[in-house]
């Protein structure tokens, strides 16, 4: 995507990204507070996300806040909490990237255990249904929200092999869907991101023996990331968007 953001872009604008301690979501973060937003950062491991932290201080940023949650054992109540206690800390949340993702085990659905299914059902749905419908009072006082979902391109069109993540993306898709069409008359827009293949530990465990320096890394392709939290994408709604449109998906190119 050739997008030349302001370099204030963001600024005044307050952003969570969940998964923020590593892959994209730990780029995204940096990105949006390099162009003004301040942050606050969720995820599963309190060291990651304090080290982001501390890079976004390094960088000059707004100061950011950290949540340590995990999205496999959260539960609405305590996804509320956490929406009550970020009330007393920031005025308003401008946008949401909803970045965590399990990928589960790669196999045929008739090999899939419940347990695996469930698991990956809970973190890419049920907890991201749940984090959602707890901030949703916070980004209602923006008046420009956005809320963003991570998609894959195995959540348009099946894949052998992708059982419960293809699903779990599907379903993803869905819920932007029906969100877009709920709050298309309020100041919130609600769209998906596909990133397309990228080097980040969730690709190399999908694809060992792929050839990295083929794939485009987390930084390359934060302009679609920009372009939907920031003014330039104010009219768009119940939209699936590629970070790397042109790409095949499946292999490295
Ligand atoms: P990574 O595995 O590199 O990072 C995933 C992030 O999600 C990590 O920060 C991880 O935390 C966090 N996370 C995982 N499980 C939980 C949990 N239970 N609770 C809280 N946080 C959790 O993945 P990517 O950066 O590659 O993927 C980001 C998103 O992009 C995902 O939704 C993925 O499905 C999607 N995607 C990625 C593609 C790719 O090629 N990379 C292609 C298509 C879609 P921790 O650091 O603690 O492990």
New binding site residues.
Partial sequence: MHYHPKHDLLEQRVILV????????REAALTYAKFGAQLVLL???ES?LREVQTEIARLGGAPSFTVT????HTTQEQCKQVADALATQIPRLDGVLH????LGDIAPMADLSMEMWHEVMQ?NVNATFMLTQALLPLLLKSNAGSLVF?S?SVGRTGRANWGAYAVSKFATEGMMQVLAEEYKSRHLRVNCI?????H????ASAFPNEDKSKLKTPADIMPLYLYLMGDDSRRKTGMSFDAQPNRKPGAAE
Avoid: E, F, H
Wanted: aromatic letters at 0%; charged letters at 20%; hydrophobic letters at 30%.
């Fill in positions: 969940t998964g923020a301690g590593d892959g994209i979501g995820g599963r491991t990651k949650l995990d999205l496999l970045n965590a993702g399990l973190v991570t894959s596909n990133p397309g293949g990228t980040t530990k969730m690709r």
